[in-house]
């Protein structure tokens, strides 16, 4: 059984620049959620996909998008970058049902914003 | 408006002995709450959960305790080892929507030998 994978590992870019980050879910997976850690805090919910379509956001800026593909990969897409969207950023599968199933985090992509 | 706290951002143990680790929420309305663990260049790991019905959950060395009165729940690894050493998240499901976790600020756990 294949684990969460995100890609790049680290990124580094200017600000008002673009960036996608990438996600591939774990096998069986069909629900993507993407959560920004900063420094010293706690992950952050993004945005939530589930059968290609945003299925919930939290508190983040249009210039904050995403996409699922019909293999329930995700991309993360930040646009006009600022130096506050320097982070961790985290992509988390888990498969919807009536009862609650985990989210199994991958190892991030670590931006940095100059 | 921060809806989950962990107010000790680290916390030393000796290995072998009890690690207790807290956490404080606001909202009622969360119906799961969990607990994950976050090695350095890697992803929070999932530890154990509770349901809101419930006021404790086993597994192992691990147990959480959740009282609901007092919106509080607490993670106890006994006994303690070397390998415990991480940071500890603890998270809370909002029922509204999306399966949303709302995270702490994470306690650093160091078990000293």
């Known amino acids: 059984e294949t684990g969460v994978t995100q890609s790049p590992t680290h990124l580094i870019k200017t600000r008002g620049q673009q960036v996608t980050l990438r996600c591939s879910s774990q096998?069986?997976?069909?629900?993507v959620s993407w959560y920004q850690q900063a420094l010293g805090q706690g992950p952050q919910f993004i945005f939530q996909?589930?059968?290609?379509?945003?299925?919930g956001r939290g508190n983040f800026p249009p210039r904050f998008s995403g996409l699922q593909f019909p293999n329930y990969s995700s991309e993360l897409n930040v646009n006009a970058l600022e130096l506050d969207d320097s982070a961790l950023y985290l992509c988390?599968?888990?498969?919807?049902?009536?009862?609650?199933?985990?989210?199994?985090f991958g190892p991030g992509t670590r931006l940095t914003v100059l | 408006d921060q809806q989950v706290k962990q107010n000790s951002p680290s916390l030393s143990v000796q290995e072998g002995r009890i690690s207790i680790l807290n956490c404080d929420y606001t909202n009622s309305m969360f119906d799961y709450f969990l607990w994950y663990k976050k090695y350095p260049a890697e992803g929070p790991t999932f530890l154990i959960s509770?349901?809101?019905?419930?006021d404790k959950n086993e597994d192992g060395r691990f147990t959480v305790f959740l009282n609901k009165s007092a919106k509080h729940l607490s993670l106890h690894i006994v006994p303690s080892q070397p390998g415990d050493s991480a940071v500890y998240f603890c998270?809370?499901?909002?029922?509204?929507?999306?399966?949303?976790?709302?995270f702490g600020q994470g306690t650093r756990l160091t078990i000293n030998p």
């Open positions: 988390a599968s888990s498969t919807r049902g009536r009862s609650y199933n985990e989210q199994f």
């Open positions: 998270a809370a499901k909002d029922p509204q929507g999306a399966q949303k976790l709302v």
């Open positions: 509770i349901s809101s019905i419930k």
């Open positions: 096998s069986g997976h069909n629900t």
């Open positions: 996909y589930y059968r290609e379509e945003e299925n």
